[in-house]
């Protein structure tokens, strides 16, 4: 089975700073790795997603997202957020099989301040 | 413009009440997805269901069940509430299998049992 771990529970920034939210995930066989954001009082929202080819992923919203098979990471950045990204931050990963489920990381806070 | 709606967005019940989470997408999406979200331990996965009728027990199924008569709409029932599935649920859905494709989420349901 496979597993996802954010390393970060809440990552505080100020304006205008870069940051990563860091993913690892383990898995026996080849993986689908997506981005969510889920803003205050609603629902999730994909960033981005790795399913093949170009290992550095842009996204929405000016984020990107590094694969690193040897790493087994999935590390998400913003070279310069903004207040409007305060919102918490779930990695997920999925295989290739008959059901396409997701398993969920427990999430990063990302909290920007003035 | 895609959407996944959810019955309520706040509902309050008391202990040993049956209580009914309806889940409705109008993208024709085959996946449907229950989970619960609760601080620190990110999503779970309750239920999902694959087609109408058929159904696939997810990470935490105990308490739960779900129901699936048209494509468009995922029931999850909980039989008799107990104050611990206090919580948040999230519906989504997707289309397709392999595993690839973006899940669809939800606003949520937030769940208080008293």
């Known amino acids: 089975a496979q597993s996802v771990t954010q390393l970060d529970s809440q990552v505080p920034v100020f304006e205008e700073a870069p940051v990563e939210l860091r993913c690892n995930y383990s898995s026996s066989v080849s993986v689908y790795l997506f981005w969510y954001v889920q803003y205050p009082n609603q629902g999730l929202q994909l960033l981005l997603k790795y399913l093949s080819g170009s290992t550095l992923v842009k996204g929405i919203n000016g984020f990107e997202a590094e694969f690193n098979k040897s790493q087994t990471s999935f590390h998400l950045r913003k070279p310069s957020v903004h207040i409007s990204d305060t919102a918490e931050y779930f990695c997920?990963?999925?295989?290739?099989?008959?059901?396409?489920?997701?398993?969920f990381g427990k999430g990063t806070m990302l909290l920007v301040s003035p | 413009d895609v959407k996944v709606t959810q019955s309520s967005r706040y509902l309050v019940k008391r202990t040993g009440e049956k209580v009914f989470l309806e889940c409705v997408q109008d993208?024709?999406?085959?996946?449907m997805f229950w989970y619960r979200q609760d601080p620190g331990l990110g999503l779970r996965l309750i239920y999902f269901?694959?087609?109408?009728?058929?159904?696939e027990k997810g990470d935490i199924p105990e308490g739960y069940s779900v129901s699936r008569e048209k494509k468009e709409r995922f029931s999850l029932i909980l039989e008799s509430a107990s104050t611990n599935q206090t919580s948040m649920y999230l519906c989504?859905?997707?289309?397709?299998?392999?595993?690839?494709?973006?899940?669809?989420f939800g606003p949520g349901t937030r769940l208080t049992v008293l």
């Open positions: 997920a990963v999925s295989v290739n099989s008959g059901y396409s489920t997701l398993t």
């Open positions: 989504a859905s997707s289309h397709g299998t392999g595993g690839f494709g973006e899940q669809f």
């Open positions: 993208m024709d999406h085959e996946n």
């Open positions: 269901s694959y087609d109408v009728k058929m159904k």
